[in-house]
């Protein structure tokens, strides 16, 4: 049966295909070590991209003292608990969805301690 009217599947269909984007790009962090280090990003895309963190195009895995969580507003946070000289580099966040791929990057520059 056709009504004449739009075909309601095309008009949600168009809603729901965005590629992702940031919105907010991470920054550029020089810390001592032991400090906390927080970096943030905010995201769009429909359907939701997949997000991922790298330190020097390396996954950085989650654990005790590498977190990642979601915000309300699409922004994402990975903080270093207590950043050692080795946690210096260049971090990528990378998004995916089916439409697109977008990364940025950031330096994180782990400095010791002044004695």
């Known amino acids: 049966m056709d009504y004449g ?37 905010r995201i769009s895309g429909q359907p939701k991209p997949m997000l991922y963190w790298l330190r020097d195009r390396v996954t950085v895995k989650t654990g005790p003292r590498h977190t990642v969580r979601e915000l309300e507003g699409g922004t994402f946070e990975m903080t270093i608990k207590s950043a050692v000289r080795s946690d210096s580099g260049i971090y990528t966040c990378k998004i995916i969805n089916e439409y697109g791929t977008k990364q940025c990057e950031g330096k994180l520059e782990v400095k010791g301690t002044l004695l």
């Open 5 to 41: 009217g739009p075909d309601l599947r095309t008009i949600t269909d168009a809603r729901f295909k965005e590629p992702p984007a940031f919105l907010v790009t991470m920054s550029d962090q020089a810390v001592i070590e032991g400090q906390e280090v927080t970096m943030s990003v």
